[in-house]
C-alpha cells in the first residue's frame, strides 16, 4: 500500500497568495526611481550619473532587497501570517522591512547595533518595528537566531540571502533599470558602474547582469576604512575580520556571504573623512541631500574619473544615491560628531573641489 503525507494549507496559501499581491502592488506603484546626471565640465567628454534609489517608499536603496527577501520568504512557505520578522541590520534594510511587514499585518524586530543613528531607530519605530540593540556589532547575527527561536519567528538573515533573493537577470532589478535609463545617453554602456558592499547583493546583481547581457561595463566596489570586504578582495581570505566601519550601510566587520568577489573588477578603500567630505561635496555642487554611503560612492567615481582623463578616455559612470543626508543630521552632518570622531574633512574637500577644477586627484592624507 502506498503512503503519503500530505500537508496542504488552503488558508495559509491564500494568505502568501495576498502577501505576494500586496508586495507586488507596492512595486507597482512605485515605478522606478530616477537617474540624474551630475555636472561635470563639458569639455571632459565624460558624464557622470546618480542613481536615486533614496526616492523609493521608505526611502533608501534597501527598499529593494527588502521587497525581494519578503518575496524570497514568502515564496519559500518561510513566513506566514503569524510570523515575527526579525532582521540582523544596522538601519536602512530593518527601515524597508518593518515597512513590509506593516503592510503585512506582521511584528517586526530589528537586531542592531547600539551605535545606530537615533534617526534610523526614529525610522523604523516610526513603521511600526521594534528595535533590539547590541552593543557588539558582530553579535547581530545570533541574537538574532536567538530571537528567532525564542518566538517562532523568520530571522530574514540579509547578509546571507540578498544575492539570491533578487533576480539578477532583470525583472526591473537595479541593473537593467540602470541600463534601461542609460539607453538614450551619449555613452550608453557605462565604462564603470560604482557601488558600496553592505550585503553584497546589490554589486551581485549588477555584476551578474552586466555578464549575463555582455555589456563590457566594469564594476567597481568602494569600501569604507575599517570594513573587511577590501582586505578579503585584495588577499583572497573569505574568512577576514575586522573592526567594522563608521558608514552605515557599507562596510562589515566579517565578509558576509552575499559578497561575490567574483563579479566585481576594482575594489577602492576610502577613507571615512573622504566620504563624509564627498557627501558634503555633491550637495554643494548638485544640490541634492545624500547620506554617508553616497559619498563613498562620489569619492570613488571621482578617482575613475580622474584615471579616464589621465587616459584620454571618454565614456560615462554611474553610481548610486543610496539614502538622503536626513538620517544622519546627528553624525556626518554634525561638525561636533566629526570632531569628536577625529576626522578632518578639510584635505578631501579641498581634493574635490581640484577634481572639478582639473579632472586631476591630488594626494591626500
Known amino acids: 500500500m502506498s503512503r503519503t503525507v500530505d500537508r496542504r494549507d488552503p488558508g495559509c496559501r491564500a494568505w502568501i497568495a495576498e502577501a505576494v499581491r500586496l508586495v507586488e502592488a507596492d512595486a507597482n506603484r512605485s515605478a522606478d526611481t530616477h537617474l540624474h546626471a551630475f555636472p561635470l565640465p563639458p569639455e571632459w567628454g565624460i558624464d557622470l550619473y546618480l542613481k536615486d534609489e533614496s526616492v523609493h517608499p521608505t526611502g533608501s536603496l534597501k527598499h529593494r532587497l527588502a521587497r525581494s527577501l519578503f518575496l524570497y520568504g514568502l515564496a519559500n512557505g518561510w513566513i506566514r501570517e503569524d510570523t515575527t520578522i526579525i532582521e540582523a541590520s544596522s538601519g536602512s534594510t530593518a527601515v524597508s522591512e ?31 518595528g521594534r528595535c533590539h540593540l547590541v552593543d557588539d556589532p558582530a553579535a547581530i547575527y545570533d541574537e538574532s537566531r536567538r530571537l528567532a527561536a525564542e518566538c517562532g519567528g523568520h530571522f530574514m538573515d540579509q547578509f546571507t540571502y ?16 540602470i541600463f534601461e535609463q542609460m539607453r538614450l545617453e551619449r555613452y550608453p554602456e557605462p565604462t564603470w558602474i560604482v557601488v558600496g558592499a553592505g550585503t553584497g547583493g546589490t554589486s551581485a546583481t549588477i555584476g551578474r547582469y552586466a555578464r549575463y547581457r555582455r555589456f563590457q ?10 570594513s573587511a570586504f577590501f582586505g578579503s578582495f585584495a588577499d583572497g581570505d573569505p574568512e577576514r575580520t575586522a573592526a567594522g566601519s563608521r558608514i552605515e550601510g557599507i562596510g562589515r566587520p566579517r565578509v558576509e556571504p552575499s559578497f561575490l568577489p567574483s563579479v566585481i573588477d576594482r575594489m577602492i578603500r576610502v577613507p571615512d573623512a573622504a566620504s563624509v567630505a564627498a557627501m558634503r561635496w555633491t550637495r554643494a555642487v548638485s544640490g541634492r541631500e545624500v547620506g554617508g554611503s553616497t559619498g563613498t560612492n562620489m569619492w570613488g567615481a571621482a578617482e575613475l574619473i580622474a584615471e579616464m582623463l589621465a587616459r584620454g578616455e571618454r565614456g560615462s559612470v554611474v553610481t548610486l ?5 536626513e538620517r544622519y543630521t546627528g553624525t556626518y552632518g554634525s561638525d561636533a560628531w566629526l570632531e569628536a ?18 579632472g586631476k586627484m591630488p594626494a591626500t592624507p
Open 98 to 128: 518593518a515597512y513590509f511587514a506593516r503592510l503585512l499585518g506582521l511584528p517586526f524586530v530589528a537586531v542592531m547595533p547600539a551605535s545606530t543613528s537615533p534617526e534610523k531607530i526614529e525610522l523604523i519605530e516610526f513603521q511600526g
Open 162 to 177: 540578498a544575492e539570491r533573493a533578487t533576480d539578477w537577470r532583470g525583472n526591473n532589478n537595479i541593473a537593467e533599470s
Open 217 to 226: 561595463t566594469r564594476l567597481a566596489v568602494v569600501d569604507p576604512e575599517g
Open 321 to 325: 544615491i543610496c539614502d538622503g543626508a
Open 341 to 358: 570622531q577625529g576626522l578632518d574633512i578639510e584635505p578631501y574637500l579641498a581634493a574635490l573641489d581640484e577634481f572639478l577644477k582639473t
